[in-house]
Structures are given as C-alpha cells and as structure tokens.
C-alpha cells in the first residue's frame, strides 16, 4: 500500500491550498480516509475524515469552515482544500487509510497506512 501525498508548499496567512493523496495498492472504496497534521514538537493531530463512500465527513474545530476533505473513487485520491490559511496551520500534512467500519475517523490509531507527508508552510 502507498498513500502518495503531494500540494504543500509555502503560502501566505490567508491563502489557499488544495492537498492531494494518491492511493495505491489497496481497495480504495473498502476504506475511510483521513488527513493528519504534526507541528514543530506538537504531538500530531486530526484535521479530516471521510469515511469510505464520502457520505460522511468529519472536522477538527480548527478546520471547521476553512478546509474541506473530498474524495474521487475514480482516481483512488483524497484531497484537502485549504482555505483562509493560518499561520498555526503550519505542519506537516499526512494522508492515511483505515479499513471501513472503525466508525472513529478521528483517531490515529484507527487509520492502517500513512502517507510520507507534505509540507504546509503559512507566513504571516
């Protein structure tokens, strides 16, 4: 199994990425998705969910009204789209899979595979 992330970079407060993470080596639609994200010597920390058929979806507050987590079945990829960026938002981003039915998004340690990580950098 590969989860390939990809989109990070250096933006300034305000602006906007777009996060992708391309799957590999698994069946896409047997699993919920999430993305992940770990400060300079913070512990890592959800950011968003969606669950296997992208019926569901699940925030952090930080997250809340800023960013959205989408799925595409036909290209085996999650995305995030970042909006109205923050400095605080700095980290490092990962993608990772759970297999359906650990009905706990949220949580690290429901997720399987991870992704190697993609830089998000926000200047303020």
């Known amino acids: 199994v590969q989860l390939q992330a990809s989109g990070g970079g250096l933006v300034q407060a305000g602006g906007s990425l777009r996060l992708s993470c391309a799957a590999s080596g698994l069946t896409f639609s047997n699993y919920d998705m999430g993305w992940f994200r770990q400060a300079p010597g913070k512990e890592r920390e959800f950011v968003a969910g969606?669950?296997?058929?992208?019926?569901?979806?699940e925030y952090a507050d930080s997250a809340k009204g800023r960013f959205t987590i989408s799925r595409d079945s036909a290209k085996n990829a999650v995305y995030l789209q970042m909006n109205s960026l923050k400095a605080e938002d700095t980290a490092v981003y990962y993608c990772?899979?759970?297999?359906?039915?650990?009905?706990?998004?949220?949580?690290?340690?429901?997720?399987?595979?991870w992704g190697q990580g993609t830089l998000v950098t926000v200047s303020s």
């Open positions: 969606i669950n296997y058929g992208g019926g569901r979806t």
């Open positions: 990772a899979a759970a297999p359906l039915g650990r009905r706990a998004i949220n949580r690290a340690l429901m997720y399987d595979y």
